[in-house]
């Protein structure tokens, strides 16, 4: 069923892709005498733009082809054949042909951009609801063991381990995201994280003595993206609430 909807859609698309520019090309051939060329074809890419975002490569090529197509018929000289005696007129219908391709391509490539923004957003915000869960349900062993393969799969990392105390000099993760190495930021997206040395993640956002996770990247470089070292840094706050009820709980 998914498939022939899927299928209905696309031909949806395609005929879309197919008799907006035909009917946009019809309107502008009675327009010809006071509309140039040039600002014509402007307005046929405007519409492969509008077809293309709709998010079918079909679609989009289809438009790109009828646009230059129709641009040739209906407005080049002499109208009603494919023939064209104006080398203006050929080359402008080449390029609406070749820019209504490349525009149906970077449409292409923003939708599919937005939809891995979306779904590794979603995917964050699991990661925290579910651990978020454990907190006071669970005994401290399980929530910290559960944040330590969190944080594996999250940046990307060879291992990760609770410690009660951190070695001063190793490179801390921030509650913010941003990484610091003896005070100095650490730019992350370029360089990786560091692959010689542990790095800390505090545990409970600096608020009281709760310990954190020795993070360990050795073997690889990891670019974890400053929203997924957000959540780590969220994921270790939920392990310090805990660390802080047992502590009250003594």
């Known amino acids: 069923m998914r498939t022939k909807e899927r299928a209905l859609t ?37 519409i492969v733009v509008a077809v293309a975002s709709l998010g079918s490569r079909a679609a989009g090529l289809s438009a ?9 018929v209906f407005l080049t000289q002499p109208y009603g054949t494919f023939a064209i005696h104006s080398a203006a007129d050929v080359q402008t219908t080449v390029l609406l042909l070749v820019i209504g391709a490349a525009v149906t391509e970077l449409a292409l490539w923003g939708r599919r951009q937005q939809a891995r923004a979306s779904e590794q957003h979603g995917y964050l915000d699991g990661i925290v609801q ?4 454990l907190v006071g349900a669970a005994p401290s062993r399980t929530v910290i063991e559960h944040v330590e393969k969190q944080l594996v799969d999250l940046l990307d990392l060879d291992q ?14 921030q509650p913010d995201g941003s990484l610091t190495r003896r005070g100095q ?3 992350v997206d370029r360089s990786g994280l560091p692959t010689d040395t542990e790095i800390w993640l505090p545990a409970g956002g600096g608020q009281g003595q709760t310990g954190g996770f020795r993070l360990v990247a050795a073997t690889h470089v990891a670019r974890p993206t400053h929203q997924q070292r957000q959540v780590a840094a969220v994921l270790a706050d939920h392990v310090g609430a805990v660390v802080r009820q047992e502590a009250m709980g003594r």
């Not at 579910?130 to 869960?133: D, E, H, K, L, P």
């Not at 009660?164 to 000099?169: G, I, S, T, W």
């Open 10 to 46: 696309t031909t949806a698309l395609i005929a879309i892709g197919i008799l907006v520019p035909l009917a946009v090309c019809l309107l502008l051939s009675s327009l010809r005498a006071e509309l140039a060329n040039t600002n014509a074809a402007l307005v046929l890419v405007l």
């Open 130 to 133: 579910t651990t978020g869960s």
């Open 160 to 173: 990760a381990d609770y410690a009660p105390h951190a070695d001063v000099d190793a490179p801390v993760l």
């Open 64 to 72: 790109a082809v009828v646009s230059a197509a129709g641009f040739d």
């Open 185 to 187: 930021p650490v730019d």
